[in-house]
């Protein structure tokens, strides 16, 4: 199979868009995942997957700590941003919560430190122990076939 067929079929499961955070050396520093997802209630874990190329790689190693951002409809210019999609921003709204950079206005800003890491392919899975989560209200982005889109809630008939 070709990368692009490949890359096309995982195109078609449509996601939430998320921003992991971190700390390093004093830096924060943001990249647009769509790769996360819940692993366990007890104990709390989430997973990320993140390219072994990305910069992003070192700096969670090196701070043992991120969050990830949940962003809403009204944040897509962000997710553009650390995707490296879009002009540069003069400021991103962060904020320190519990010591890790979170996007203000996020759905969900969940904090985590590294429990675990597995090299997967060309990919790193970050197993995060939650330690703490931020909500507030508003719609989903979403991503799906290459496209952001917005959250509809379906009719029933």
Not at 94 to 116: K, T, W
Not at 127 to 142: C, H, K, Q, R, Y
């Amino acid at each position: 199979m070709e990368s692009r067929a490949f890359r096309d079929a995982m195109g078609r499961f449509a996601t939430g868009v998320t921003v992991i955070t971190t700390k390093a050396n004093k830096e924060v520093h943001g990249m647009t995942a769509n790769a996360f997802m819940s692993v366990s209630l007890d104990p709390k874990l989430i997973t990320v997957s993140i390219d072994n190329r990305a910069n992003m790689l070192k700096k969670i190693n090196c701070s043992g700590k991120f969050a990830v951002n949940v962003l809403s409809d009204l944040q897509q210019d962000i997710s553009m941003h650390f995707a490296g999609q879009a002009k540069k921003y003069d400021e991103i709204p962060f904020a320190m919560f519990h010591n890790v950079p979170i996007i203000q206005g996020s759905l969900a800003s969940v904090v985590c430190e590294v429990d675990r890491t597995y090299v997967v392919g060309d990919h790193t899975l970050f197993i995060g122990s939650v330690v703490d989560a931020l909500l507030t209200e508003g719609n989903p982005l979403t991503f799906y076939d290459g496209k952001y889109r917005k959250y509809q809630p379906a009719e029933y008939v």
